[in-house]
């Protein structure tokens, strides 16, 4: 039995699941139906995880597990974050193809019998999605995204794709593998490339929310930049050290040139402002070097206390 199991993490999406539910089924039971595409699956699972949400997020998940014997849900204790979610989804999945989806369709389902034939026809353990523009979306953060993709790419030591979305089809292997990685800071788009295997890329144009509002605000955007940078990578502090040793060699020069100065040419001492600008200069690059190193300790403190990275309050 070769099955396909979808999984969507949820918070506050209340609007959009039933939607989201009518029309990727359709594009199941097209995929399951149709020997045409040369496509083999048997059954399909849609597991979605309720990621603590404080609408009817839940109730709608509940008469849709009641409508149909193939949808299961998870609900958490509390909102743990779509990277638990993501986690847990991954873990309680059966099927022997895994897709991941956002509950808004910004994720296409039209896409899963091209992914699916990828895996299937052409050998790939993945099939990725990537938007390859960012219409309609505010021109600030569009900014700032491709920042942090050109920052993440000179930075990581695992390739971060421009515009990649957690949208794919993956094999049982590559999901097993992804599950390995079981650490508390989790990065998704990061672990993806980090286990490996053969992926392709399907490239399509930015789709807004079918309903309801976006849960990624400008500053969680922004601190989850921060987190994937520190978790893969660890070139920060090799940066800040090399600051270190750039103005200790700085501060040498500018003693030696205003010792000799003053043998040579007996000025008197000046220049107080500028004293105070290195002053504040080197302070602040004192700050950011163990603000840097701060940032790594406390991913280290989340690590060592074990905690799990979910609580399950209802499952079916």
């Known amino acids: 039995m ?61 008469k849709l597990s009641e409508k149909d014997k193939n949808v299961r849900y998870i609900s958490f204790s509390r909102n743990f974050g779509k990277e638990a979610a993501l986690f847990a989804g991954l873990s309680k999945s059966y099927g022997q193809y895994i897709a991941v989806m956002d509950a808004d369709l910004q994720d296409p389902p039209s896409l899963l019998p091209a992914m699916l034939s990828a895996i299937q026809n052409e050998g790939y353990d993945c099939a990725a999605t990537r938007r390859v523009t960012r219409k309609n979306e505010p021109p600030v953060r569009s900014f700032f995204a491709r920042r942090f993709y050109k920052i993440m790419g000179k930075l990581s030591d695992v390739p971060v794709i421009d515009g990649a979305r957690d949208f794919r089809l993956m094999t049982k292997k590559y999901k097993d593998a992804v599950l390995l990685l079981s650490e508390r800071n989790r990065f998704t788009k990061g672990i993806f490339p980090w286990v490996g ?68 040419f007996g000025d008197p001492v000046q220049g107080w402002a500028s004293l105070v600008c290195f002053i504040t200069f080197f302070a602040g690059m004192q700050l950011t070097a163990l603000g840097i190193s701060g940032l790594y300790i406390s991913k280290i403190y989340t690590e060592v206390k074990h905690r799990p990275l979910y609580v399950i309050q209802e499952e079916k």
């Open 197 to 264: 295997f053969k992926t392709k890329w399907f490239d399509y144009e930015n789709i807004e929310r079918i309903a309801g509002k976006t849960k990624w605000s400008f500053w969680k955007l922004f601190l989850y930049s921060i987190d994937g940078i520190i978790s893969f990578s660890t070139k920060p502090l090799v940066f800040s050290a090399i600051a270190g040793i750039v103005s200790i060699f700085a501060s040498l020069i500018l003693i030696l040139f205003i010792a000799v100065r003053r043998i040579v």
């Open 2 to 62: 070769k099955t396909i199991s979808i999984v969507v993490p949820c918070f506050n999406e209340e609007e959009t699941i039933f939607l989201f539910y009518e029309e990727t089924k359709k594009i199941l039971c097209k995929m399951k139906n149709n020997s045409e595409e040369n496509l083999k699956i048997d059954s399909f699972e849609f597991v979605f995880v309720d990621d603590g949400s404080s609408d009817k997020t839940l109730d709608v998940l509940r």
